[in-house]
């Protein structure tokens, strides 16, 4: 259902979900190489360490879908990838040698910079669609969170083939300018939402 692209506020919610989920993904592929071959952590570690993030994405995602009752998704999905930009970023910037705890804020911070955004971007495509269109919105919905996925490990696993293991540190890089760039892309919707309701 491309003719969906032609509405603002569906099209840029779509870039924002894909470019959002590739950098998630970009940090799940690359993140246990680097906890593991880099710093030195044991398997058993890695997978302690890596929990966090989905950890905080589950308590940010419920918050997220309350308040955007009350504020706007683009304002909300803006705050949520900027802190999970940063978040990568401080990843990206850790010692070879870090303590557990300084593992622990940054994936905090970038799961709850995640689940901030998830819930009010989902909203706001669905309902940016006509109530006719729901299930083709909702497919769409699904194939931006493929290709994002996709996009992100394709990148990664090609960083660290051309690169080696410290392909791992530069996916983080990478990762943490598409959080930006989607970042910027929630927030211009404000704009398109202006527009939509004559302001």
């Known amino acids: 259902p491309l003719d969906l692209l032609r509405l603002p506020i569906f099209a840029m919610s779509i870039g924002t979900s894909v470019s959002s989920f590739a950098a998630q993904m970009l940090g799940f592929v690359s993140l246990p190489f680097l906890f593991q071959s880099i710093m030195g952590f044991s398997p058993g570690e890695v997978g302690l360490l890596m929990m966090p993030w989905p950890l905080a994405t589950a308590f940010a995602a419920p918050l997220a879908g309350r308040l955007s009752d009350r504020h706007s998704p683009a304002i909300l999905g803006g705050i949520g990838l900027t802190a999970m930009a940063a978040g990568l970023l401080a990843l990206m910037l850790l010692p070879d040698e870090p303590a557990a705890a300084d593992v622990v804020w940054r994936m905090l911070l970038c799961g709850a910079g995640f689940g901030f955004f998830q819930t009010p971007n989902n ?57 930006a760039l989607a970042a910027t892309v929630s927030l211009a919707r404000l704009r398109a939402f202006r527009r939509q309701n004559g302001g």
């Open 123 to 179: 909203r706001t495509l669905i309902t940016s669609a006509p109530k006719e269109r729901s299930g083709s919105a909702s497919g769409m919905l699904s194939t931006a969170r493929l290709t994002g996925q996709t996009t992100g490990a394709a990148l990664a696993a090609l960083l660290l083939a051309q690169i080696g293991i410290s392909g791992a540190v530069i996916a983080l890089g990478v990762a943490s300018g598409f959080a």
